[in-house]
């Protein structure tokens, strides 16, 4: 059984009088541990089929099962606690709060569950040493670099241990050494921490980084390609 499955999802959103289809009908399945790059044009609805997988919106038809459960029937309470422990999120734009160290910010996750605070503190610090900022824990984003800040980023989105991680354009804001980084690492948390990874990214380079390439147009899947093998 697939870890992700679309099931003949659609999604329209209504502007005034104009509807606005997003998606089409689209099936697709996402084995566990799987690293999938989905590109596709503005517009296409790549980072729809993010929000989706991560239970942030919802389908006007059609179903998202993930790990065996339908996202449909869980009640907005229930769907809130599913997404705290089983999805992290990534974004372009690293949503550090600015007055709040590396090791503070990587914590805010865990206030949504029982852990104490000493608990708190050494998960994130353990966050922190897979991402190799173990030596960056009291340092605020203004003074880390953009690689260091969605480094950090990263650290948050893995602190609770999610068995899924949804990367909106995760090297988009990085020049290409910092973006290589970040791709190496991602590889690394799929391939050693067997993370599940759906990546959207515009950048056939970061594409090449994952093991399947998903193109999506006018919200229809139009190539579902594996790639032999990760640079």
Known sequence: MSLVSLQSVSKTYTKGRERVDVLSDLSLDIEK???????????????????????????????VVVDGASLKSLSPGKLARWRSQNIGFVFQFYNLLPALTAQRNIELP??????????????????????GLGDRSKHKPSQLSGGQQQRVAIARAIVADPSILVCDEPTGDLDRANAEEILDLLQTLN??????????THDPKAADHAKTTVYLDKGQLTVQEPVSSAS
Request: glycine fraction near 12%; aromatic fraction near 2%.
């Open 33 to 63: 541990n799987d690293f999938v790059a989905l590109m596709g044009p503005s517009g296409s609805g790549k980072t729809t089929v993010l929000n989706l997988i991560g239970g942030l919106d919802h389908p006007t038809s059609g179903d």
């Open 191 to 200: 391939q050693k921490h067997e993370k599940t990874i759906v990546m959207v």
């Open 110 to 131: 865990l206030l949504l569950t029982k852990l104490r605070g000493k608990e708190r503190k050494q998960n994130a610090l353990t966050a922190l040493d897979i991402v």
